[in-house]
Nanobody, 121 residues
Framework: VRLAESGGGSVQAGGSLRLACTASGFVHSRWCLAWIRRTTGKQREEVAR???????AYGDSVKGRFTVSADNDKKTLYLQMNDLKPEDTGMYYCVSEYGTCAPAVDEYDYWGQGTQVTVSS
């Protein structure tokens, strides 16, 4: 399984970015796909996930601002980020796991290389 993120960049506070993750290899609709970020001075945190059963969940810090979606076969995962804040600055990773999403960020089996998001005030 290989994951490749794109769409990062620099934006001013209040702006928007859309991240994409392309999955190759044996990934299909029953896989969990998620976005994890590492922000400055903080540990990694999961910001959004689409579980193997299709259920969606968000981290508390991004609820109402970020929207996760995927195509039907989960070959591409998206993260629409609106009303971005400086504290959203960090490296964003696409991760995957067969079936149920991992209970902790360190337990995901597959990781992309990450894409940098920088939000200036």
């Amino acid at each position: 399984v290989r994951l490749a993120e794109s769409g990062g960049g620099s934006v001013q506070a209040g702006g928007s970015l859309r991240l994409a993750c392309t999955a190759s290899g044996f990934v299909h609709s029953r896989w969990c796909l998620a976005w994890i970020r590492r922000t400055t001075g903080k540990q990694r945190e999961e910001v959004a996930r689409i579980d193997g059963d299709g259920s969606i969940a968000y981290g508390d810090s991004v609820k109402g601002r970020f929207t996760v979606s995927a195509d039907n076969d989960k070959k591409t995962l998206y993260l629409q980020m609106n009303d971005l804040k400086p504290e959203d600055t960090g490296m964003y990773y696409c991760v995957s796991e067969y079936g149920t999403c991992a209970p902790a960020v360190d337990e995901y089996d597959y990781w992309g290389q990450g894409t940098q998001v920088t939000v200036s005030s």
